[in-house]
């Protein structure tokens, strides 16, 4: 049996209403933007293509993908119900956060394969013991083909004020889900961990690699700690978005111990794409211009055959 799971930032997917209370003036009808209905469904139209694409790899449409960038339920919505996404029949987890712009992270599943058992957004702690005001950590609970996973959905504060200035903050998202990882361990042994997102580290960074214990080896894989198979993407010069004209690989999808086959557990277990790769960065020619990925936008000019300023992750489960 195979299933995917796969993790995508969908830029900036905002309907086109005005919220009072979030930063998404630039994101309506008069906004700096001009972002109208007719945008805002072409914008929907081409994040479908991208599913529809996915869906030809072996499994079909993933059991779970969790995404990035969606302002509310209504955008989540109106994209499962997309004629693309029809074969998923995707439902979704989401919770409104603190972030200034609105945004937040979401889980979509597909529950002829995904039970959903219980959720709740997670706030990271700083280490002063404040809570940090802004994007929440999505945790859910659930059984896949019947085997008990928890999911970690999250999108940690980006470097745009500075990669020191903002590293503080990144680290407290990978420390509190490493702490109410082993939290979840206890309570349900042998439950089986994921954990994705916009990291807005790579895989080498101190938030992913010493805090949170993924590593790139399976072999070094500590109880508790995780498995990130993104190290060897980015190793290879492989990212999923630019930042100053250099490809990064922020998007990262880990797992625990007990989902390497090494592990002695039973059912589920990540496989390979390749000889060398239990991960995958999805890119297809419609997706890229000139070497990257189509955005939908630069600046305020909208690109009617625009997709997302990043690409997909995507790993594999077999048993």
């Known amino acids: 049996m ?35 209905q007719i945008k805002y469904q072409r914008k929907l139209e081409n994040l479908g293509e991208v599913f529809q694409a996915v869906s030809s790899l072996p499994g079909g449409f993933p059991a779970l993908v969790g995404v990035s960038e969606v302002e509310n ?13 029809s074969g998923a029949n995707y439902h979704y987890v989401h919770y409104d956060s603190n972030d200034q712009r609105g945004v937040d992270v979401a889980l979509l599943y597909r529950p002829s394969r995904f039970k959903l058992l219980e959720s709740q957004p997670l706030k990271p702690i700083l280490r002063s013991g404040r809570e940090y005001f802004g994007r929440d950590i999505l945790v859910v609970r659930g059984l896949l083909d019947g085997e008990m996973f928890a999911i970690y959905v999250c999108h940690f504060l980006s470097r745009r004020g500075g990669r020191a200035a903002s590293a503080g903050f990144r680290r407290a ?21 994921i954990v994705m997102g ?5 895989p080498a960074d101190f938030s992913l690699s010493h805090l949170l214990h993924a590593v790139a080896d399976m072999e070094d894989v500590e109880q508790g700690g995780f498995f990130n198979p993104m190290w060897t993407l980015m190793e290879e010069g ?23 086959e090494s592990s002695g557990s039973e059912g589920f277990h990540i496989a390979r794409f390749s000889k060398w790769h239990y991960a ?17 936008y630069t600046g305020n000019h909208f690109f009617s055959g625009g997709y997302s300023d990043h690409l997909p992750v995507l790993i594999r489960l077999e048993k």
């Open 73 to 85: 339920d209504s955008v989540l919505d109106d994209m499962v119900s997309q004629k693309r996404l």
């Open 173 to 193: 998202g990978a420390e509190t889900i490493y702490y109410h990882a082993l939290q979840m361990r206890d309570e349900y042994p042998g439950i089986k961990i």
């Open 2 to 36: 195979v299933c995917s799971v796969m993790f995508y930032n969908l830029e900036n997917l905002y309907d086109t209403v005005n919220d009072p209370n979030t930063d998404d003036d630039d994101f309506t009808p008069s906004g700096n933007r001009r972002w109208t």
């Open 238 to 260: 492989q990212g999923t978005s630019l930042h100053n004209h250099h490809w990064t690989l922020f998007d990262n999808i880990m797992v625990c111990r007990q989902l390497l």
């Open 280 to 296: 995958q960065i999805f890119k297809r020619n419609f997706m890229m211009e000139h070497g990257v990925p189509k955005r939908s």
């Open 198 to 202: 916009d990291m807005n580290d790579t």
